[in-house]
């Protein structure tokens, strides 16, 4: 009997290892909680008309209404990437879906522009943590090879998907409510971060650990940030103006402070070392166009399909969902694609694709949605290369213990690139929908080009 005893015992898994989960149950609980984080980010595009009348807002501050969110993610993701490798993915991933949930439960309550925004902006902050706890949490996951290949792919089809859904989720509520999405997406988000709760284990991999986070670094970025997306914002009523010309000095300066704070700081938001990997550039200057040249373009596609075709918000909504559905499907097949194509040169044919698409709705926006069939089946096809390649370079560009880093350098060039992306889109359209739509096809151009170089040279 001792010895049956003894065995049993044995056999008995420890706590750790009995709440270790399953590959497959991190890749779900990461992706949910991503998807929602990026409905959350784009469900004010298909109700900005109705969120600016409720609060009375101007159309020179109209960018602030879609722009909160992304400053928060651009300011907070190399800070919340930093806090996830030194103190556990899971934690900060779990605080994050669970701030998420509550901050976009306060965004429904706002009663103003500005409250809306410092909603947003908190909104960001949350979802920052969310990436990248969450890419850090699949790089332990799924450690290397195809399997990593399938799951980064998932992932990034999980951000399409998001994109997708947001606008489809906002139209069709704000036939009652426009605030009532942001009630929906917060109980979500409360629901995720319960279920990770109870099934998501230890981390496997903890890089240095640090005693303080980077915030010199993250308010000068934040600064700047801010600066810059002021003067784009201010541009629509005159680029030669003196406040756009002082803001735009403000942002340069305040850059070149950034840079001069990392390089002194014993704890800087992203390694200097890592900048002299091409893989690491690749990730980061791609993520940075998608954003520029395709997100901040897209954000603002359903409301010039209302103002200048005259649809519907939920006829606009389908017709996003068109490119952004397409977009999701092809990051999801992405994948076979891996054995062939690098990820670098994987994201040259996405910009490639992007900016054949985009071109081809030149004059369609104003006239019969037909004619932007074509531009947006190629363009969503150009996006869902770019969402599969980006978090698999992201994470393959820089060493397992600086996980969950790469992916927040990767995704906060991209809400860098999607904050100044739609500020200057929105600036752009008030000479026409044409001007913009040339200025992204252009902007993905120059990203196709620098992916292309950077992926020739050795890692």
Known sequence: MPQLTTTTRTRTPSPARARAPRPSTALAVTGAATAVALMNYTAPMLTLPETAAAFGTPASARAWLLNGTPLGLAVLLLVAGGLADAHGRRRVFLLG?????????LGAFADSTLTFTLARIAQGAASAAVLAGSLGLLADAY??????????????????????????????????????????????????????????????????????????????LGAALASLLTALTLGRDGWLRAPVGLLLLAAVGLTAAFVAVEHRSRTPMVDPALLRRPAFLASTLGALFTGLAVIGLFSVVPTLLQSGAGMSPLGAAWLFVLWSGTAFAV????????????????????????????LALLGGLEGPWPRLLPGLLVAGAGSGLLNAA?????????????????????????????????????????TGPDTALAVSAGLSLTGAALTLVLGRRPR
Not at 97 to 105: C, N
């Open 143 to 220: 450690p290397s090879g195809r399997d990593r290949i399938r799951a980064t792919g998932i992932w990034g089809a999980s951000v399409s998907g998001g994109i997708a859904l947001g606008p489809l989720l906002a139209g069709a509520l704000s036939l009652v409510d426009w605030r009532l999405a942001y009630e929906v997406l917060g109980l979500a988000a409360l629901a995720i971060a319960a279920t990770g709760a109870r099934t998501l284990g230890p981390d496997a991999t903890r890089g240095p650990r640090q005693t303080r986070p980077d915030l010199p670094g993250a308010l000068t």
């Open 97 to 105: 879906t669970l701030a998420l949930g509550v901050t976009t439960g």
């Open 331 to 358: 990051a999801l097949q992405a994948r076979r694609l891996a054995g062939r194509l690098s990820a670098a040169y994987q994201l040259t044919v996405g910009f490639t694709l992007s900016a054949a698409g985009v």
């Open 390 to 430: 980006l978090p698999r370079l992201a994470v393959d560009s820089v060493p397992p213990e600086r996980a969950a880093m790469g992916s927040g350098a990767n995704n906060t060039a991209r809400y860098i690139g999607s904050s100044a992306g739609v500020a200057l889109t929105l600036a752009l359209t008030t």
